[in-house]
């Protein structure tokens, strides 16, 4: 019997848990299919078992059996209550909520399982049962009942919350965010980013009356009415009875083959419907549905824990945030936040986020730019949750009708200050619950496109995340973040990264306010999930990588080869063969056909050890091939998702530029359309002067002769000076001035010959002179207008000028 047994685990705790079979497949099946898993039988009385036997199947008898070991095992019959108490989720929230004083320790629960095996329904519970998720939320609120602070009577806590906060959150109350999830009527309307969706069919999934007064409804709320008013402004839905009632008898119909306990929450009937909705290729985003939230009306009650608490630091006030976000193809989305419409393309998409250091979290990693809700009370955590479970994608699979497709990850974060007149910030832990995707065979699960491209997405993380539990198994108590290969996926980086005690010293200023403590390693709880009636090989790899140790022992059918091997010696053997022949009677052989037959033996036995070492390594390639077939796919999608952002990036960048060169060219026009409206200003104000001036000219023309009237004057006026200049002269002839004749009449002379030079130029320009050159002044494009107009007026003026 081979043995390798591994070390206790040191970052996970690893319980199994055995999923009963289907209510359907008991009661209809005739030959139910065989249990090829056995758990081993304990000692003592009330301890719950540890150990498993995995019996390879008829068609597979050639495969080992294999034993494996866990922290416990739960079988079929252990009820949630069981589950809950006995992996210790409740040192689990106490821890979180750092009743020894500190900042707590963070916390982790996580299932794990083939697809179908029952890890949703672990954590996340059915209608009628409640899940890990739900108690551990149940057990904190009830015990910080009186050190929370409420953020809606509380309206600082919300304000020094955000401001704490190292991941770069968007911290909102529970209030705004479920009014704005489950379309209260009171809400702010059109807030909603899907605001172009059109005509969005409201698919109630159970006539509002019959949720409210199910028998098994132990809390009601008001469900909505399904309001066209209620809804944001550019959703319309459409209702009307006929179709209402078709899609209630469809849905009932769909349903009805469901086992009792699988009814409805919101979440879980949307995960069914789903099936329909998404499949291979056409396999959208989930936006849509996030229009038609209801309020679930029940939200199952049982188990009931109502007696339990765990301790809490009685000196500290606490609040709490919840987020949610899942990992889906290696990428980590929001699951709190509505998906925003893409520019180019029109349909709904979510921005990945960052898991990361950052400023005020150096020394460990944060998923970045969630958002977060603060939560007074259970029923808003789970109102929450329920709503996050509502984005999560799942699919119907040939292996599970509703299979949740991608890792989900459900963060509960317990902030915690001291009590004191002057509250220092927020620190605090978290407990992070998460519903792995499971991991199936494209064969056995029937997917395509799409789905199938999931499939080896999940597949592949969840071999990461194989890797990763065998070494810190094999490790041990010595783990090292350095030989934990968690830096692979997404996923493994989200489980491992803050796994491993750090603390940070900070060298600059802006890391001296962060936390320079040492940070507790978070606590790991893994439920691994099994289906002994399920799928063999599925499960057995499974387990094989999960189990805290492993047995095996050789196959039950021997071949003839390790029958050879198994022999002590080949001489042994012979010497068996040659007693028996001999006790025959029969001839002894010689030494040479002794020493053919050993010889040929030894080949055979040497054959059989090459071919069963091919095989190993056929096996592995084989295994290799598929990985890298997964890998391949994923890197095609990561591909298409990259060409996807590049040309979204492209067109919004070219939208942009189309912009500048509008404004551009809508600045230039606006420009060109001034300059010529001024210039058509100009030309009309030319075009007034001009007529101004025929009209003057014209005026003058009739009214007015300048020349004749001036010359008329000046030959008066000369007359009139040479009747003076001869009144002087005769005057000068009396007094006998002799000398001074000859100066006067040289001043008479001058004053004459500019008389007669000022009436040369009065005839120079004359009317008919000067409208000869009006009609070249209108003309077109016959020069500068302006040059005209100014020689018109320079003319005009030196004529004015002249005549004064
Ligand atoms: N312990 C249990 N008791 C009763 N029913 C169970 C139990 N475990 C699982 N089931 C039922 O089995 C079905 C599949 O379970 P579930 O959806 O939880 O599987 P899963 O492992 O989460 O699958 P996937 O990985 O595909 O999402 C559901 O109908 C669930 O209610």
Redesign the pocket.
């Known amino acids: 019997m081979e043995q390798q047994t591994k070390s206790h685990a040191s970052l996970f705790e690893v319980y199994l ?4 079979p ?1 209510l359907s497949s008991s009661q209809h099946s005739t030959t139910p299919p065989d249990r090829f898993l056995a758990v081993e039988d304990v000692d003592e009385e009330d301890a719950l078992p540890t150990h498993i036997t995995l019996n390879p199947p008829n068609e597979n008898r050639r495969r080992a059996v294999e034993k494996f070991a866990f922290t416990k095992v739960f079988e ?1 019959d ?1 009820t ?1 209550l069981d589950v809950f108490h006995g992996t210790g989720v409740l040192p689990l929230v106490e821890g979180v909520l750092g009743a020894q004083g500190g900042n707590g320790r963070d916390g982790l629960l996580a ?1 794990l ?12 519970g ?1 209608r009628s ?1 409640r899940g890990l998720t739900q108690l551990a939320l149940d057990v904190l609120f009830r015990s910080i009942s009186n050190n929370t602070l409420d953020p809606s009577t509380n309206t600082s806590v919300h304000a020094t919350v955000a401001a704490s906060d190292p991941s770069e959150a968007q911290v909102m109350s529970a209030q705004m965010f479920l009014d704005t999830m489950f379309g209260d009527p009171s809400a702010s309307r059109g807030s909603s980013s899907r605001a172009h969706t059109p005509m969005v069919k409201r698919t109630p999934l159970f006539a509002d009356h019959d949720l409210e007064h199910h028998p098994d409804s132990e809390v009601s709320y008001p469900s909505l009415p399904i309001d066209p008013a209620g809804s944001p402004k550019s959703i319309r839905f459409v209702r009307t009875p006929m179709a209402e009632n078709s899609i209630l008898a469809s849905t009932v119909s769909t349903l009805s083959h ?2 009792s ?2 009814q409805t929450t919101a979440a879980i009937a949307r ?1 069914y419907v789903t099936k329909f909705d998404f499949k291979g290729d056409s396999y959208p985003p989930p936006t849509p549905r996030r229009h038609l939230l209801q309020r679930p009306s029940v939200i199952p009650q049982l188990p009931d824990i109502g007696n339990l608490t765990v301790d809490i630091d009685p000196n500290s006030d606490y609040a709490i945030l919840i987020s949610m976000y899942e990992v889906y193809n290696d990428r980590i989305f929001d699951l709190l936040t509505p998906a925003s419409p893409n520019k180019s393309t029109k349909d709904y998409r979510r921005r990945p986020l960052l898991f990361k250091p950052t400023e005020q979290s150096p020394d460990r990693k944060v998923v970045t730019g969630l958002r977060k809700i603060i939560c007074g009370t259970m029923r808003e955590a789970l109102l929450v949750l329920e709503a996050g479970l509502t984005e999560r994608r ?1 699919a119907g ?1 040939g ?7 991608s890792h989900g990850f459900f963060c509960v974060e317990v902030k915690k200050r001291r009590r004191s007149r002057m509250p220092s910030s927020w620190g605090g832990s978290a407990l992070t619950v998460v ?6 065979r494209a064969r056995d699960a029937k997917t395509a496109g799409a789905t199938l491209q999931e499939a080896g997405k999940i597949n592949e993380s969840l071999m990461y995340l194989g890797q990763c539990l065998q070494m810190q198994s094999d490790i041990g108590n010595s783990v090292k973040p350095n030989l934990v290969p968690f830096r692979q996926c997404k996923l493994t980086e989200l489980l491992f990264s803050n796994s491993f005690p750090s603390s940070s010293i900070s060298s600059t200023a802006s890391h001296s306010q962060s936390q320079s403590h040492h940070r507790n390693p978070q606590k790991g709880i893994m439920i691994v ?1 099994a ?1 002994p009636l399920g799928d063999f090989n599925a499960t057995s790899q499974i387990l094989r990588y999960s189990a805290l140790a492993r047995e095996v022992t050789v196959p039950r059918i021997p071949s003839v080869s390790s029958t050879i091997i198994a022999q002590s010696t080949v001489s042994h053997y012979f010497s068996q063969t040659h007693t028996r022949t001999a006790s025959g009677g029969r001839t002894t052989p010689s030494d040479s056909e002794r020493e053919t037959m050993e010889i040929a033996a030894l080949e055979i036995a040497r054959m059989s050890e090459e071919i069963d070492g091919l095989r190993a390594e056929l096996k592995d390639e084989q295994d290799r091939r598929c990985e890298s077939e997964a890998h391949l796919e994923s890197m095609r999608e990561r591909m298409a998702d990259i060409e996807m952002d590049i040309r979204e990036e492209v067109f919004s960048e070219m939208e942009k530029q189309m912009e500048i060169e509008m404004r551009r060219w809508k600045a230039s026009f606006a420009a060109e359309a001034d300059r010529n409206g001024e210039h058509l200003d100009r030309k009309l104000e030319i075009l007034s002067k001009t007529m101004d001036l025929d009209v003057l000219g014209s005026e003058n023309k009739e009214n007015f002769h300048p020349g004749e009237t001036r010359n008329d004057d000046l030959e008066a006026e000369n007359e009139r000076l040479k009747r003076e200049v001869e009144l002087l002269r005769r005057e000068m002839q009396c007094k006998s001035p002799s000398k001074r004749i000859p100066l006067r009449e040289s001043k008479t002379n001058k004053a004459m010959t500019d008389l007669g030079g000022s009436m040369e130029r009065l005839s120079f320009s004359t009317s008919s002179e000067r409208n000869s050159r009006l009609p070249e002044l209108k003309m077109p494009g016959n020069g500068s207008p302006l040059k005209k107009v100014r020689k018109l007026a320079s003319k005009k003026w030196d004529v004015d000028e002249d005549d004064l």
């Open positions: 848990r055995l999923r009963p289907p079929e252990a949630q299932t399982g083939v697809t179908g095996s029952g890890k949703s329904h672990t954590i996340l059915s049962q469901l086992p306990y699988m995960k799942v699979t292996s599970n009708s509703v299979s949740s497709r519903d792995l995707a499971g991991s199936e999930t289906d």
